[in-house]
């Protein structure tokens, strides 16, 4: 079979996503674990388990989906394995594995298998594959034991959804306005209409209206790290830039911490399909593309801590401290400023009231879900703005596209430019702007103004993503970095005398390329005054930034 989806409970599972291993594989794997015997029925990994690895030698163990009526998912035999990406993350098992009969496996902790998929690359690439696939599996059978009851008349429940989708968490949606079970689950469990969106967490825990870091909290998805060490680099952001210092940070022997807001892939994780990033001619999902480079920062050891982000940055001494959204602290010989823009948000009366419910700032398939069939807008002229465009064209009836300017070719690609001039379902408004927003609790109707003839268009829209401009998230820096008039860092030749005198810069030398005014702290991405608005660049940025980190950290030495 082509897609490892079509399957998992199939007689012949696909060959990626569940391999048989060879002899030799089995025994250099069995060179960093130990021989167990198991016993019929016996439990290895509990949901909730931070669960070790397991290869089958003799008899064979079953993946069990514990929430609701206990199902099989998938049976591994001899010389095939157990664990999906979760072995990687160190997040908790979302499934039960039991032996099937009696029998004998290889057990390797985490540690000595992450060592493992770091030196032995054939192994790795086997293992590696397969765990990502399983994961994906997990996903779309919605084999996990987490329920979100909800609307989609509710901001809060697409927040929800959208946390759970962006850290690869399965679950099932039970939909309040279409499904006739939901007030049966809000009576077993003695919850109001008022509390949702409901979240029911490992199968008992019920969570209302829960903010991201509480679902964090409840699902295990942080590990539980020293904070008072001093880490060699602490990155702020795990969008593209920082997932990419992460990388070649922890993969150079860099003690490296991750501080997330929300959840990994920024912006570009939030993109529907991305097709001018080198190395991928069909294009790439931006959740695909940053899930993938967080499962390779894991794999190299580096630690990242969810819907946790910076707070504060305190950036006195030679070591920097940064203040967290919990409260605690962390502190760091050196530290990459990764933290992203989001999209400035137009001056509207009344667009607070309709955000989540009718007004989006990304286009993914679950804003998609809720506009098909419908004509929706989209207000800006960039790239993202042009791939939301073309996605949501293929479900929405009709797509506005409102920009200010005269036309599209000085902010977007070419490529995508043609393909919004060549799709039936897209009309271009040139010169056009918003100047209303109409509903009663949801988003019913828009109006738009041409500014060159005054005309105002008044549409029954009930969907509108904005993507507009950019505003960095450098708030919290609270002047502690040199930033240019628009909010973005500075670095490396940006600086003015004025910004290094300001802090006493230290030394003869000047700030190395991507380093602020403060000697050790860098910037990358969108955060940055000057930078090139692509995936790509943010990830070159992200992995240059690392070679002068090491520079600074030999200096100290």
């Known amino acids: 079979m082509d897609d490892p989806r079509d399957t998992v409970t199939s007689d012949a599972p696909d060959a990626r996503a569940f391999p048989v291993l060879t002899d030799p594989q089995t025994a250099r794997i069995l060179a960093h674990g130990r021989r167990r015997s198991v016993r019929a029925g016996e439990a290895l990994i509990q949901p909730g388990d931070r669960p070790p690895f397991f290869v089958v030698l003799r008899g064979s163990l079953e993946v069990v989906r514990s929430a609701g009526a206990r199902q099989v998912i998938v049976t591994h035999r001899v010389h095939q394995f157990s664990g999906e990406s979760n072995l990687l993350t160190g997040r908790p098992s979302l499934v039960l594995v039991r032996a099937a009969e009696d029998g004998e496996v290889i057990e390797v902790a985490r540690d000595r298998l992450l060592a493992l998929v770091q030196t032995d690359s054939e192994l790795g ?15 779309d059978g919605k084999y996990g034991d987490i329920v979100v009851i909800g609307s989609t008349h509710s901001a809060d429940t697409l927040r929800v959804k959208e946390f759970l989708t962006r850290n690869g968490q399965p679950y099932e949606y039970v939909d309040l306005d279409r499904d006739a079970t939901a007030q049966e ?3 077993r469990f003695r919850v109001g209409v008022d509390d949702v969106p409901v979240l029911i967490c490992r199968g008992d825990v019920v969570l209302r209206n829960p903010s991201n870091a509480a679902i964090a909290n409840c699902l295990g998805l942080n590990e539980t790290l020293d904070r008072s060490a001093v880490r060699d680099l602490v990155v702020i952001g795990a969008g593209p830039a920082g997932l990419a ?3 070649y940070g922890a993969s150079e022997g860099l003690d490296v911490l991750v501080l997330e807001s929300s959840a990994p892939g920024g912006q570009a994780g939030s993109s529907s399909r991305i097709e001018n990033y080198l190395g991928f001619p069909t294009g790439i999902s931006g959740l695909d593309l940053t899930g993938r480079a967080y499962a390779q920062a894991q794999k190299f050891g580096a630690h990242v801590l969810i819907a946790n982000g910076a707070a504060r940055l305190s950036c006195a001494g030679q070591v920097y401290s940064i203040h967290m959204d919990d409260g605690d602290c962390v502190r760091a010989r050196t530290v990459l400023i990764a933290s992203g823009a989001q999209y400035r ?3 509207l009366e009344n667009l607070a009231r309709f955000e989540g419910a009718g007004v989006y700032y990304a286009a993914t398939p679950m804003e998609a879900q809720l506009c098909g069939g419908q004509e929706i807008a989209i207000v800006g002229g960039g790239n993202s703005a042009g791939q939301a465009a ?27 430019i043609r393909r919004i001039e060549e799709h039936p379902r897209i009309q271009l408004h040139p010169r056009s702007e918003i100047v209303a927003l109409e509903g009663d609790g949801q988003l019913q109707r828009i ?11 008044d549409a029954e829209i009930a969907h509108v993503f904005m993507m507009t401009g950019a505003l960095p998230n450098t708030r919290w820096l609270d002047g502690c970095i040199a930033l240019d008039q628009a909010g973005f860092i500075r670095t490396g030749s940006d600086l003015t005398r004025d910004d ?3 802090v006493n810069w230290p030394g003869a030398r000047s700030p190395y390329l991507l380093e602020t005014n403060r000697a050790g702290i860098f910037a990358a991405g969108d955060v940055r005054s000057g930078n090139v608005k692509r995936v790509a660049s943010a990830v070159g940025e992200g992995s240059i930034a690392v070679t002068f980190i090491h520079q600074v950290l030999q200096a100290a030495r």
């Open 185 to 187: 689950l809000l009576d």
């Open 345 to 347: 948000k137009p001056t």
């Open 447 to 457: 109006r738009w103004r041409r500014a060159d003839s005054g005309e105002v268009t």
């Open 245 to 247: 210092a992460a990388v």
């Open 390 to 416: 073309v996605f949501l064209a293929e479900s929405a009836r009709r797509v506005h596209i409102l920009v200010r300017r005269e036309g599209l070719a000085a902010t977007m690609s070419r490529y995508l």
């Open 500 to 502: 290094l005198n300001a």
């Open 125 to 139: 690439q086997v293992l590696l594959r397969a765990l990502l696939l399983r994961h994906v599996l997990l996903i």
